[in-house]
């Protein structure tokens, strides 16, 4: 083998070397980001089960409350009830550019029995 076919095979191994380590560092880089995206969904939807959850607990102790907003760390969460018997609690909670909402429905006086608790669009 020559010199000239040496540096030539040099050149295409750097060249196959650099093209698996960019490639690496941009999947590296998307991974990263879906990650934070995915955690934030996940405070979000966080957030709206413990608003809900405070919802609850407030129309035990106040039949005629009918929601709030509250700012918990890095996010907020926005409560309404609507509704008299079934009472419908909406929680949507917010993340970032995220928010999730739970849907709660629960009947009763002085009491509460919950009857559907789950994710809403």
């Known amino acids: 083998m020559n010199k000239g076919q040496t540096v030539i095979m040099l050149m295409v191994f750097m060249v196959v070397a650099v093209t698996i380590t960019t490639a690496a560092v941009v999947l590296t880089i998307i991974n ?52 008299s018997n079934p009472k419908t609690v909406l929680s949507v909670g917010r993340f970032g550019n995220f928010s999730r909402t739970v849907q709660i429905v629960a009947t009763g006086s002085g009491f509460l029995t919950v009857s559907s608790w789950k994710e809403a669009p």
Do not use: F, I
């Not at 969904?41 to 607990?57: I, K």
């Not at 929601?67 to 918990?72: F, H, R």
């Open 32 to 83: 990263s980001r879906n990650a934070s995206r995915l955690e934030q969904g996940e405070a979000a939807l966080s957030l709206a089960h413990s608003g809900g959850e405070n919802a609850m607990m407030r129309l035990l102790r106040d039949p005629s409350y009918t929601g709030e907003t509250l700012s918990l760390g890095d996010g907020s969460v926005t409560t309404t009830v609507s509704g």
